[in-house]
């Protein structure tokens, strides 16, 4: 899968792997029902210069995003998150790492779907980005009492148009 064909994923590997975002993400996901993949999206969509979204936009996503997170990505992870309860040896370990990447797989499926989703690409100023992809992670927050659990991923946003 050519990482051309996927500007989403490949803000993903980036992003996630800047300071306090993927625990962040992890907390946003078990302690106040987010999907990870949204705020992501959230994030991206304002970075990346292709603006706001609104409400109506967060729905679609939401609602193509929701029916393969419950059947595919939530079972993925159930799995994977019973195995690493085990004595992970020799194969227990080897079907560890192969749920592991299968869960990363349909993670990067989902966002793929989300990515055909997103507005085209404007010429946003720089200057304005950062604000952008603030405001789409608190669109997508909304009512969600999570705005301190998700203060890294705002540090994050600020830090990568800065």
């Not at 992970?88 to 989703?117: C, D, H, M, S, W």
């Not at 969600?144 to 991923?153: G, V, Y």
Request: hydrophobic share 45%; aromatic share 6%.
């Amino acid at each position: 899968m050519a990482e051309t064909a996927d500007p989403f994923w490949t803000f993903t590997l980036g992003f996630y792997g800047r300071p306090g975002v993927s625990p962040a993400c992890i907390a946003l996901q078990d302690r106040h029902h987010c999907d990870v993949n949204l705020v992501l999206y959230a994030c991206w969509v304002g970075l990346s210069g292709r603006g706001r979204l609104g409400a109506a936009d967060l729905t679609k996503a939401e609602e193509t995003n929701t029916p393969w997170r419950n059947s595919v990505i939530e079972r993925l992870r159930a799995a994977r998150r019973a195995l690493k309860e085990e004595d992970r040896t020799g194969p227990v370990l080897e079907l560890y790492e192969a749920a592991k990447a299968a869960e990363l797989a349909a993670e990067r499926i989902a966002q793929r779907r989300l990515q055909l989703l997103a507005p085209a690409e404007a010429a946003r100023p720089e200057s304005e980005r950062a604000a952008d992809a603030a405001a789409n992670l608190r669109l997508y927050l909304r009512g969600k009492d999570a705005d301190d659990t998700a203060a890294p991923i705002f540090a994050a946003i600020a830090a990568a148009a800065g």
